[in-house]
């Protein structure tokens, strides 16, 4: 069983940056890759990165790529997602995930889940 609390959301003008954090409970945490979803208003939670278990190998979404950035600190049982250059269209509900294989796209392949934190970007 795997816990997860993001923390670090807000509000934020179009071109500012944010740093969302993820703690994780659980001594397994460093057996689990991690990912970023968000999900705007009326609309499907959608990928943003995720990260493996390593923290060595990343994967993007093509609308993030080049100003998010995610890692992950296995000694403090956290992840993090660095975001710059925030666009009015990046207002969501981000949500991390674990995945016990290699770190989908996929949301249905996470087997858990935060709450999520909320990210408004004004224009």
């Known amino acids: 069983q795997v816990q997860l609390v993001e923390s670090g959301g807000g509000l934020v003008q179009a071109g500012g940056s944010l740093r969302l954090s993820c703690a994780a409970s659980g001594r397994t945490f460093s057996s689990y890759a991690m990912g970023w979803f968000r999900q705007a208003p009326g609309k499907e939670r959608e990928f943003v990165a995720a990260?493996?278990?390593?923290?060595?190998?990343?994967y993007y979404a093509d609308s993030v790529k080049g100003r998010f950035t995610i890692s992950r600190d296995n000694a403090k049982n956290t992840i993090y997602l660095q975001m710059n250059s925030l666009k009015p269209e990046d207002t969501a509900v981000y949500y991390c995930?674990?995945?016990?294989?290699?770190?989908?796209?996929?949301?249905?392949?996470?087997?858990?889940w935060g709450q999520g934190t909320q990210v408004t970007v004004s224009s």
């Open positions: 990260i493996s278990r390593s923290g060595s190998s990343t």
């Open positions: 995930a674990a995945d016990h294989r290699y770190g989908s796209r996929r949301a249905d392949e996470y087997d858990y």
